[in-house]
């Protein structure tokens, strides 16, 4: 089966020297949701452009439905929907004639315009909304037309960059109800980044984590958290009077590793919680034992980053806040 | 083949309905640039009539209609590269770049569409000049004429305003150097004075200043009722194709 993205030895060098992409391979299949993830400058927005036929890559290549985005950008271009960072619409113009001149610079023929537009103006809850200047809809608003007119021409893969940056989680959460239903109605390839490790961990099939140019993990997220330590546990229990016995009990349990006991604390590892915890209970009510307290720290795509990179996620965001206000002031620029 | 073009043409089309959209929803820009060339030909026009500076021209104020609207939607046209840069910072043009239209369609477009912009001033300064007793032609085909070919060389300007944008980087400079070269253009050329009583090095300036030829071409139009322009409309389409070629070729380093 063709690939839907196949990405091999890509380097971009931008003029200056600086390197974005340091020998990234890639592989999407058709029909899922791929997840991007790494910190602002990682080189996601790079590789997007490159995929999206924006630029040129110094070294490797990038086929799009094995059409190769250097030689055959034309067909790339026919086949992918994208939605950039920034704000693509004009803001001067109201929501419904975006949608008509974006449809007719996508040549959608004009017997079937109208449809199509009203069609998914509905899909995304705008057709109230349609006849208002952009300038006055709320960033939820802006993405989702954004998303519309990126669906107009029925494309195989959609590419978006950041789509949720600088929403409140109400309007990122209708967001991305809107892209998944699309997604499962048309089998639909869904391609994108994002710095929000949440968002990758709930909507994506398949995720890589990228940091300074290279892909430094792949896999389910399921999968890339098993990588780390598991799901931790910590539980405050009514007395240690017998620290073996205790001891006893967990090492009868299958797939946990105790990390440290503290007094009447103890602390350990499982790589699935909600498999191994009610056997624990099970085992300490049988042993007359009480509970005071449970903390469940399950692990997350920043443990993953952490164990691979020694920092956090948004360790590396925050040295970038400035430019993230900033996009994120375009976005909503007009609201 | 065939699809290709015609996809290339309706984009261009598009760009251009989008203008004339954004135009509709607020025209204050124009009415605001209006006011200029109405002072310029309502006031400037009517003294200087007064005084009989030039003796060799009949009627200046009918002289100089030319002249102001050029001047006027120079302007216009000139300040229009901004928005491909205000387009770069939001992500238009990136998503213009990644549909299946070529990349000269987007330049083509956007230029004829600063044009037309640009153009309605004709429209504002020909009322304005008649009022006060300026004798234009009533010659349909001929105002028709004059307003296409202005439109025409007005994409030349609007090519040169993207270059410059492009090339300049910052808003700041750009402001600054079109601020720099749009008067320059306008009293180096035959807009308001015949080029034969212009000092040397201003009378070849004005030579190679295309404003000038646009200016002769509306002026034969619109007051001499002679179609006589076809050394001029070779000379704009030079300039148009040359600043064309230009803007297309640097489109990917806007993008880039």
Request: some cysteine.
């Amino acid at each position: 089966m063709v690939l839907a993205i196949e990405v091999r030895g890509l380097v971009k060098i931008y003029p200056g020297g600086i390197k974005a992409l340091n020998g990234v391979d890639l592989d999407v299949d058709e029909g899922i949701i791929y997840a991007l993830l790494g910190p602002n400058g990682a080189g996601k927005t790079t590789l997007i452009r490159i995929i999206t036929t924006q630029l040129r890559q110094t070294d490797g290549y990038v086929k799009v439905f094995g059409h190769d985005t250097s030689t055959q950008g034309s067909n790339v271009r026919s086949l992918i929907g994208y939605v950039p960072q920034e704000m693509s619409l004009w803001s001067d113009l109201t929501g419904y004639e975006n949608m008509l001149i974006y449809s007719k610079i996508y040549g959608i023929p004009s017997n079937s315009r109208k449809k199509i537009i009203e069609e998914l103006l509905e899909f995304m809850d705008l057709r109230e909304a349609s006849n208002r200047m952009v300038r006055i809809y709320s960033g939820g608003m802006i993405r989702r037309l954004e998303i519309a007119i990126a669906l107009m021409h029925r494309p195989r893969l959609l590419v978006l960059d950041e789509p949720t940056i600088g929403l409140d989680p109400a309007a990122r959460r209708l967001v991305w109800g809107k892209i998944t239903e699309y997604c499962k109605e048309y089998n639909m390839t869904i391609f994108f980044a994002t710095h929000y490790m949440d968002e990758a961990d709930r909507y994506a099939n398949y995720i890589a984590l990228m940091n300074r140019g290279i892909i430094i993990a792949r896999g389910k997220p399921e999968e890339l958290k098993q990588n780390v330590e598991g799901d931790r546990i910590t539980l405050k229990l009514s007395s240690i009077d017998d620290n073996i016995s205790i001891l006893n009990i967990f090492s009868e349990i299958e797939g946990i590793t105790i990390l440290k006991t503290d007094g009447d604390t103890i602390e350990f590892s499982t790589s699935n919680v909600s498999y191994t915890l009610p056997k624990i209970l099970e085992k300490l009510f049988q042993n007359n034992l009480k509970i005071y307290e449970i903390k469940i720290h399950e692990a997350t795509l920043d443990d993953v980053f952490i164990k691979l990179t020694g920092r956090r996620l948004s360790e590396e965001e925050y040295g970038r806040y400035r430019e993230a206000i900033t996009m994120r002031k375009m976005i909503r620029r007009g609201s | 083949m065939y699809k290709q073009y015609k996809n290339a043409i309706l984009s261009i089309l598009a760009m251009i309905e989008m203008e004339l959209r954004r135009l509709r929803h607020d025209p204050l820009e124009i009415i605001a640039r209006a006011i200029q060339p109405i002072l310029w030909i309502t006031v400037f026009g009517v003294v200087m009539a007064r005084v009989r500076v030039f003796l060799s021209i009949g009627d200046y104020i009918t002289f100089i209609t030319p002249g102001v609207i050029l001047q006027s939607s120079t302007f216009i046209a000139l300040a229009y590269g901004i928005s491909l840069v205000f387009e770069r910072d939001l992500g238009i043009l990136k998503k213009l770049i990644t549909s299946p239209i070529p990349r000269s369609s987007i330049v083509i477009g956007r230029i004829l569409a600063g044009g037309i912009r640009a153009s309605t001033q004709y429209i504002i300064v020909l009322i304005s000049a008649i009022a006060v007793g300026a004798k234009i032609v009533s010659n349909p085909i001929n105002l028709l004429l004059g307003y296409a070919l202005l439109v025409y060389g007005c994409m030349g300007f609007t090519s040169l305003s993207m270059i410059l944008a492009i090339t300049m980087k910052t808003r700041e400079r750009f402001m600054g150097i079109i601020g720099a070269i749009t008067m320059p253009l306008f009293f180096a050329s035959n807009a308001l004075y015949p080029i034969d009583i212009m000092p040397g090095a201003i009378k070849y300036f004005a030579i190679v200043n295309p404003l000038t030829y646009i200016v002769d071409i509306l002026r034969k139009l619109l007051i001499y009722n002679s179609c006589e322009v076809f050394n001029d409309i070779i000379v704009v389409t030079i300039f148009v194709a040359c600043t064309t070629v230009v803007a297309i070729k640097i489109l990917n380093k806007i993008v880039e």
